[in-house]
């Protein structure tokens, strides 16, 4: 099931039972099979389990300290970034499409969820995170998946910055352990604003706390980068804390600790006016989920050779979701740096994401009590330190030399995450890069005049050979359309075939090498057929495939305005025949 399909050129007996090689589509029970299910198919025994349990084990430690970080930063209590870790990340595994996908608590969500909590309290965040769940069911059901991976490379990059800075702008006041006069703003120049004002509170233990962690996870990944910089970092930290007594704010002194168990499952608070306040809030979660999951399927992809199943993989977040909440989590999705971590701690499928779970569970049963002693100075540098890492710095700079458009497209969504909202970003960014490519697919197509008395010599180009034996007629043009046909290139083709009627007799279109025509197309043809046919023009479309025909038959493109050739010389041979003749044949 990983095996990238391919094309079988000899003619196949479609089945529905049969999958890579007999079928050109997949049955619904194919699309919608768990890899773990594909695992087991493929035999999994003891070396791999062992593959799996390191890299499983591996991926825990990093993702302790990091859950607890993203639910304090996200304004819910520490404890819910495990119980999102531990639940969500199992379904993700277990129901999942992707064999590496490491699911749990994204700083990608910080700002949405921090938002949600601040307006509709910790019940709208679990409400909102459940319709999360079910819009994620419904976009992966009805197999949308595939189009959600379309958002411009620009977009993802300046999203992804952008977060970061935010991210990082609130994590300011833990790591300089400052004390602002009022609840910290949550747009960044007020923010800002608010924490230079409180400049002169600043804890210098805990700002020592946080250089500290930083600078430890720093030389980890430098000298040792096959330890757990992170879990070292935040133990080293919470040690100098305990043992020297320093003034520095921790989970136990903010939160009171951590429970040793699991909550039992509860619905939240149900109603329609509360489900109307949290919708926008659900959708955001949805789209964001939707996004930073399959982005980090395709980085496992890469990273392995093998091929995720969208769709799949969207189910899975969706029942991820609804269980996150039921739980007390918050909202969980495929995590790009913990995913590549369990790859390259040797993972073999997604056994390895449900023992990360169970090990975070067991770490939690047994552990909770030294939670209590975690500076939150200390998880404050390790965010700092992943905003540092999802900045990707040489992609930014790269986009920005690559050219005009992409550089706009990147500084539109980067700044309007940063200064506006996270969807308006995505959206404008989407629609930018959606008129960047139409622009360059208008420029790319090409319409050649070969004038049929001309006699040149063969040659080979982007619209195929030109046969010297069309020059045959004086009052005879051919005209050759290469590229995609739609309503961006419209007026310049248009352009051009307003001008059939002058002084020839006979037109031939040849569209063998338009891949795509839309309506808009259609109807440019449609005016060029009425126009040939009040002059007296006869038109002759020759190479149009099959679909495109269709097109421009549905869109009024037929007999008598137009004839249809299979070639450029089956056109010739047509010129041949008298029109009232040709017109019953």
């Not at 299910?37 to 499983?56: C, I, N």
């Amino acid at each position: 099931m990983d095996q990238t399909r391919q094309a079988v050129h000899q003619p196949i007996k479609r089945s529905a039972h049969k999958s890579a090689h007999g079928s050109a589509k997949p049955t619904f029970s194919e699309l919608f099979t768990p890899k773990l299910v594909t695992v087991w198919r493929e035999g999994y025994h003891l070396p791999q389990f062992k593959s799996d349990f390191m890299a499983g084990l591996t991926v825990a430690i990093v993702a302790l300290p990091l859950s607890m970080a993203i639910a304090i930063a996200s304004g819910v209590t520490p404890e819910r970034g495990l119980f999102t870790a531990i639940v969500g990340g199992f379904i993700i595994s277990a129901l999942g499409g992707s064999r590496f996908q490491i699911g749990g608590p994204a700083g990608a969500f910080i700002v949405l969820v921090a938002a949600t909590v601040q307006r509709e309290g910790v019940d709208g965040l679990l409400l909102a995170t459940m319709m999360a769940g079910v819009f994620l069911l419904a976009i992966g059901y009805l197999r949308l998946g595939t189009y959600i991976k379309f958002i411009p490379y620009p977009v993802t990059v300046g999203f992804t910055a952008g977060i970061a800075i935010i991210i990082f702008s609130g994590q300011i006041v833990e790591l300089f352990g400052l004390k602002l006069a009022g609840p910290e703003p949550g747009p960044l120049l007020p923010k800002l604003m608010a924490i230079g004002r409180a400049a002169g509170t600043v804890n210098i233990s805990a700002t020592l706390v946080a250089v500290l962690t930083i600078v430890t996870i720093v030389a980890m990944k430098r000298w040792r980068p096959g330890w757990p910089g992170m879990l070292i970092a935040v133990g080293l930290a919470s040690l100098v804390v305990a043992l020297l007594a320093l003034p520095a704010e921790t989970i136990g002194t903010r939160y009171g600790g951590i429970p040793r168990s699991l909550p039992f499952p509860a619905l939240p608070a149900l109603s329609l006016g509360k489900m109307l306040a949290v919708l926008p809030d659900a959708i955001a979660f949805a789209l964001l989920g939707a996004i930073e999951s399959l982005l980090s399927a395709v980085v496992a992809d890469g990273m392995t050779g093998r091929r995720h199943r969208s769709n799949c993989e969207l189910v899975a977040q969706g029942f991820a979701n609804i269980a996150s909440a039921l739980f007390g989590g918050i909202c969980v999705t495929g995590t790009i740096a913990r995913t590549a971590t369990n790859v390259r701690a040797g993972a073999h499928g997604p056994v390895s994401g449900m023992l990360h779970s169970l090990f975070l569970l067991v770490f939690m049963l047994v552990a909770a009590p030294l939670a209590s002693y975690i500076p939150l100075a200390a998880l404050a540098g390790v965010l700092a330190v992943v905003c540092w890492n999802m900045f990707e710095k040489q992609a930014f700079a790269t986009l920005l030399r690559a050219s005009r458009g992409d550089a706009l497209v990147l500084m539109a969504t980067f700044l309007i995450v940063v200064f506006r909202d996270l969807t308006e970003g995505i959206v404008v960014g989407f629609a930018l890069g959606s008129i960047l490519f139409i622009d360059r697919m208008a420029k790319s197509i090409a319409v050649e005049a070969h004038l049929v008395q001309d006699d040149v010599a063969d040659s080979v180009n982007a619209a195929g050979a030109y046969d010297a034996s069309e020059a045959s007629d004086a009052d005879t043009v051919v005209y050759r359309i290469s590229g995609a046909f739609f309503f961006g290139a419209a007026s310049t083709v248009g352009s051009v075939l307003d001008r059939i009627a002058d002084q020839r007799k006979n037109f031939i279109l040849d569209c063998s090498a338009v891949p795509f025509f839309d309506s808009t197309a259609a109807n440019v043809i449609e005016g060029a057929a009425h126009k040939a046919q009040r002059a007296g023009v006869r038109f002759i479309i020759s190479g149009a495939s099959p679909q495109i025909r269709r097109t421009l038959i549905n869109h009024g493109v037929k007999r008598p305005l137009v004839t249809y050739a299979a070639s450029i010389g089956d056109a010739r041979a047509q010129l041949a025949v008298p029109p009232a003749r040709a017109a019953t044949q």
